[in-house]
């Protein structure tokens, strides 16, 4: 079966300072892969998604980057947080119709 | 741009009572999605909805699609306590890059 993992689960970092999430898949191959950020009682706003390795777009325009150097791996990065960028950040991937969500990094930027 | 809006954003009910939770969708889409979210929590696939007319029931939810309003709806049929939650609509576009963008959510409140 397809899972999803997503780490950490929660991170604290001050301002200024870099950031890596990743999302590793298993289970299946060629997922299209997604990140989306959440803000405290809102909705969900779309940063970037993948369709193959290399191959990133990206919603909005910030200063956060992404990269898939494999096939199963999605990486969210940023050289210098903002208090802006704090959230819960969702991880998910999709092949055919069916679309999963990993369990989330909640980033508190100080 | 693609836009999708739910309503109501917010939603008290008493146990029992039916609702109905309406997702609209400003582009053509042939794929819908129903998510659930319960605080501090991931999302939970509840359907997907992949043509027009499509219906599909889990337990005391049941969500359509008509591709041709550009409408989605979730019905709430005797609501309880556990289906307190916030639920999300997400519209796939399919042919563009398969982008998912969500609808605002509903959150939603069962009183006993």
């Known amino acids: 079966s397809q899972t999803i993992h997503q780490w950490p689960a929660t991170l604290v970092q001050p301002v200024g300072s870099p950031l890596s999430l990743e999302c590793t898949v298993e289970?299946?191959?060629?997922?299209?892969l997604y990140w989306y950020r959440q803000a405290a009682g809102r909705g969900l706003q779309l940063l970037f998604y993948?369709?193959?390795?290399?191959?990133i777009s990206s919603e909005v325009p910030q200063n956060l980057s992404a990269s898939r150097p494999q096939d199963r791996q999605f990486i969210l990065s940023s050289k210098k947080l903002l208090l802006s960028d704090s959230g819960f950040y969702l991880c998910?991937?999709?092949?055919?119709?069916?679309?999963?969500f990993g369990q989330g990094t909640r980033l508190t930027v100080v | 741009e693609l836009k999708v809006e739910q309503n109501p954003l917010f939603l008290s009910m008493q146990e029992g009572k039916n609702y109905t939770i309406y997702c609209n969708y400003s582009t053509t889409s042939d794929r819908l999605y129903w998510y659930r979210q319960d605080p501090g929590k991931s999302l939970e696939s509840l359907f997907v909805l992949l043509s027009n007319g499509a219906v599909k029931q889990e337990g005391r939810l049941m969500a359509s699609l008509d591709t041709k309003a550009r409408l989605s709806t979730l019905h709430i049929t005797a609501a309880v306590h556990d289906l307190s939650a916030t639920y999300f609509c997400a519209v796939e576009r399919v042919y563009t890059g398969n982008q998912f963008y969500f609808g605002t959510g509903t959150s939603l409140t069962v009183i006993p």
């Open positions: 289970g299946t191959s060629n997922p299209n």
């Open positions: 993948s369709v193959g390795i290399g191959q």
């Open positions: 998910a991937w999709k092949v055919r119709a069916e679309a999963f």
